[in-house]
């Protein structure tokens, strides 16, 4: 998930624009960004007054992507005393490409434009039982930066916990990459994406909620494929309504073949901010 270990809060949220905020809370809330239905909402004022966690550098197509994490103080407080997070706790990470340039200290890249956000808020009762969004003691949410105001997933269990099984055992939160927190991770050792030694010509490869590559440039009459090396299903589906896979379970593949010049946007149906483009040249 090229973005492999660093989806440490891969997330989902129920349908609906909602943006919560302490104002809209209804009495006894245990989390100013959770609903009485459940629904999720990003928080607003992290960066300036919450705890940075730490981060994650993840290579991409034609540079790298940053992943900034931050909770709440009194979060982190509970969390380096007891080494579990409290009831209502909230975990946000901000996903932002890069820029890089030469420098008087050498080449350098630094974080740029917001992509998505993801977030957990802890849930230590069980309250929202019947909401595909909530279970094993989180509830969680996805946003992208074109609206901010929707979580774009729908049940937890296909769409983020799979991301999550090697930190099972602290609590599916991947804290080694944290060092605010102090913590010694007990998580299982990360397994490397499938190698790409027998991918067929022209083939896209879906890793950890990205098209890689993203923009592929092809001439008249050839194939593309896509292969799915995510635990979920994925689509590759043509904004103007062309060609659509369907969907493309973990180590499966569909091609579409192209048969005319043009360039083709698509994106994923189940996570809409996922974005390629297809190139087809005469």
Not at 7 to 12: G, Q
Not at 30 to 55: C, K, M
Not at 140 to 148: E, G, Q, V, Y
Not at 193 to 219: C, F, H, W
Request: overall charge negative; charged content about 20%.
């Amino acid at each position: 998930m090229r973005r492999t270990i660093l989806f440490a809060f891969v997330l989902s949220l129920g349908a609906g624009a909602f943006a919560p905020g302490p104002q809209q809370q209804p009495p006894q809330s245990f989390s100013p960004w959770v609903d009485a239905q459940g629904n999720i909402g990003l928080p607003e004022d992290f960066r300036t007054t919450w705890s940075h966690l730490g981060d994650w550098v993840v290579p991409e197509e034609g540079g790298l992507s940053f992943h900034e994490v931050y909770s709440e103080n009194d979060s982190v407080e509970h969390f380096i005393r007891h080494q579990q997070f409290p009831d209502g706790a909230t975990l946000v990470k901000e996903v932002r490409s890069s820029r890089s340039a030469r420098m008087t200290t050498g080449h350098a890249s630094w974080a740029a434009d917001n992509q998505i956000w993801f977030v957990m808020v802890k849930d230590a009762r069980g309250r929202f039982k019947d909401n595909p969004i909530w279970g094993d003691g989180w509830g969680w949410a996805l946003f992208s930066a074109d609206n901010p105001q929707v979580s774009v997933t729908r049940d937890y269990r296909q769409e983020c916990l799979p991301c999550h099984l090697p930190a099972k055992g602290n609590d599916w939160v991947y804290v080694e990459g944290y060092p605010t927190l102090k913590a010694v991770s007990r998580s299982a050792p990360m397994k490397p994406a499938p190698g790409s030694a027998d991918l067929p010509e022209n083939s896209i490869r879906i890793n950890m909620l990205a098209y890689s590559p993203q923009t592929l440039t092809v001439k008249v009459g050839a194939t593309v494929t896509w292969i799915n090396e995510d635990p979920f299903p994925h689509t590759a589906t043509a904004d103007d309504g062309s060609f659509d896979t369907g969907n493309i379970a973990q180590n499966q593949r569909a091609s579409v073949t192209f048969n005319k010049p043009g360039t083709f946007t698509y994106t994923c149906t189940p996570h809409p901010f996922m974005k390629g483009v297809i190139k087809v040249e005469e």
